[in-house]
T-cell receptor
Framework: NAGVMQNPRHLVRRRGQEARLRCSPM?????VYWYRQLPEEGLKFMVYLQKENIIDESGMPKERFSAEFPKEGPSILRIQQVVRGDSAAYFC?????????????FGDGTRLSIL | GESVGLHLPTLSVQEGDNSIINCAYSNSASDYFIWYKQESGKGPQFIID?????DKRQGQRVTVLLNKTVKHLSLQIAATQPGDSAVYFCAERNQAGTALIFGKGTTLSVSS
């Protein structure tokens, strides 16, 4: 029973480069959420996707950040022209339905470091 | 607005003691709450959840209490073990039902 899988676990980029973070939800889950966590803080919501659709992107910066969840393959969080402030842990979660009372299950995150 | 907070950033207990971790929330319309445990280098791990139509829910060694009158949530861990050492977060579902709103976390340290 594979849980939510994220890769890479660690990613180092130089300022101005692109970062691509991948997330495969739990088997049978079609709802994916991305969160960002800064050191010593709680997780902050970024975006919620279902297959091929962005449902809520209210927590995602308007520039440089994008997310997708294609019909086939993992969900991708893409950060273009990274800056030092993008350094954080990025977590993906999935759920089986959009029912308000279903827990989200998290992966172990991608730690992004910007040099 | 929607915000979730915790009363104490750290809690230290002895092995075998009971632990109580508290959380206050501000949105009286919130209807679903979750507790997560996060160990170093890992993602949040689901512990227990509770809907607003309940005031108590029990799991294995854990109990969540919800007091809607004062907008307070607590997590009780019975017979705390060293393996319980972690950061604990409460979270509430936002009104749109699309995201979780996390508090800052309480670091639980269990000494033998």
């Amino acid at each position: 029973n594979a849980g939510v899988m994220q890769n890479p676990r660690h990613l180092v980029r130089r300022r101005g480069q692109e970062a691509r973070l991948r997330c495969s939800p739990m088997k049978g889950h079609s709802h994916v959420y991305w969160y960002r966590q800064l050191p010593e803080e709680g997780l902050k919501f970024m975006v919620y996707l279902q297959k091929e659709n962005i449902i809520d992107e209210s927590g995602m910066p308007k520039e440089r950040f994008s997310a997708e969840f294609p019909k086939e393959g993992p969900s991708i969080l893409r950060i273009q022209q990274v800056v030092r402030g993008d350094s954080a842990a990025y977590f993906c979660a999935s759920s089986s339905t959009d029912n308000r009372n279903q827990p989200q299950h998290f992966g172990d995150g991608t730690r992004l470091s910007i040099l | 607005g929607e915000s979730v907070g915790l009363h104490l950033p750290t809690l230290s207990v002895q092995e075998g003691d009971n632990s109580i971790i508290n959380c206050a929330y501000s949105n009286s319309a919130s209807d679903y709450f979750i507790w997560y445990k996060q160990e170093s280098g890992k993602g949040p791990q689901f512990i227990i959840d509770i809907r607003s139509n309940m005031d108590k829910r029990q799991g294995q060694r854990v109990t969540v209490l919800l007091n809607k009158t004062v907008k307070h949530l607590s997590l009780q861990i019975a017979a705390t073990q060293p393996g319980d050492s972690a950061v604990y977060f409460c979270a509430e579902r936002n009104q749109a039902g699309t995201a979780l709103i996390f508090g800052k976390g309480t670091t639980l340290s269990v000494s033998s």
